[in-house]
């Protein structure tokens, strides 16, 4: 029997030490570091990801969301939204990720109170069209975004098309 791989990602520590009263959980798969961040924290945590000398996390490559409705493994939420990092100073990426419920019947166009997260435009202003794309195709609002609107669907497109609850036929 084999031990599970241990994470020793260099920046994990780092985090645990100046978040020590937050919850957190990391895992590793193919040797890419995920940190899974309360949503209440997550934009603390950016910043000091960007702006720690020991992180600098200068570059934001991606912001994307997953639906894990009937996924077939338990996970803590129904959405989640990852913003894949990269420090080139340190020749590292990590990925942070938040989880989110919704409390209301997401087929439809109507905002979900629950589904709303920080924006990261004013740390890496280059999240304002991925954070626009998230929105349109799941329906996930960034609080603070300086102009969130629809990016790929028209303006009244009536609900969310990566959201696997869509109909795989349209409406």
């Known amino acids: ?21 937050a919850k957190f959980m990391a895992t590793e798969f193919r040797g890419q570091t995920t940190l899974v961040v309360p949503n209440d924290t997550l934009h603390e945590v950016a910043r000091f990801l960007r702006d720690d000398p020991r992180c600098n996390y200068n570059f934001l490559s ?35 990720k938040v989880f989110m419920n919704p409390t209301i019947d997401t087929t439809g166009i109507d905002a979900d109170p629950a589904l709303v997260v920080d924006s990261v435009t004013d740390l890496w202003p ?7 794309e998230v929105y349109d195709m799941y329906g996930i609002r960034f609080r603070n975004h300086p102009d969130l609107r629809r990016i790929l669907m028209w303006k009244d497109f009536p609900a969310h098309p990566l959201r696997k609850d869509f109909p795989l036929r349209g409406r």
Do not use: C
């Not at 084999?2 to 978040?19: M, N």
């Not at 803590?76 to 990852?82: K, L, M, S, T, Y």
């Open 1 to 21: 029997m084999t031990a599970a791989p241990k994470l020793d990602h260099p920046t994990l520590p780092l985090v645990k030490e100046r978040f020590a009263d």
């Open 62 to 96: 991606d912001v994307t969301a997953v639906d894990y409705l009937d996924y077939p493994a338990q996970q803590p939420g129904r959405f989640a939204v990852i913003w894949n990092l990269v420090s080139h100073a340190h020749d590292r990426r990590l990925r942070l």
């Open 126 to 132: 280059g999240a304002e069209w991925m954070e626009r």
